[in-house]
């Protein structure tokens, strides 16, 4: 059974940084596409970011450039990276280990606020 932690959420002025963090717990976590998705208040979840187990990334338009997705296969550990926060930024980010239909696991989420 897989399970995912987040952490790193917290308030953040706009134009700061935050670095967000998943742990893996499971096996096979290299053969796992992990991604880290968010939901606003009374908004839909979106797709923030994804990595694939080849490295192969993938980012929404609103973060290009602002934003950096790695994982790091020693500590199962999945990272984003999130530079120059704007407040749409604020959202609750979840994290997301995906390998087939069947095997499609969620955290429990972090909090961002990018508030003054």
């Known amino acids: 059974q897989v399970q995912l932690v987040e952490s790193g959420g917290a308030l953040v002025q706009p134009g700061g940084s935050l670095r967000l963090s998943c742990e893996f717990s499971g096996n096979s976590f290299s053969l796992y596409t992990m991604a880290w998705y968010r939901q606003a208040p009374g908004k839909q979840r979106e797709l923030v970011a994804s990595?694939?187990?080849?490295?192969?990334?993938n980012y929404a338009d609103s973060v290009k450039g602002r934003f950096a997705i790695s994982r790091d296969y020693a500590k199962k550990t999945v990272y984003l990276q999130m530079n120059s926060l704007k407040p749409e930024d604020t959202a609750d980010y979840f994290c997301n280990a995906k390998r087939a239909v069947s095997m499609d696991y969620w955290g429990q989420g972090t909090q961002v606020t990018v508030s003054s």
């Open positions: 990595i694939s187990s080849g490295y192969s990334t």
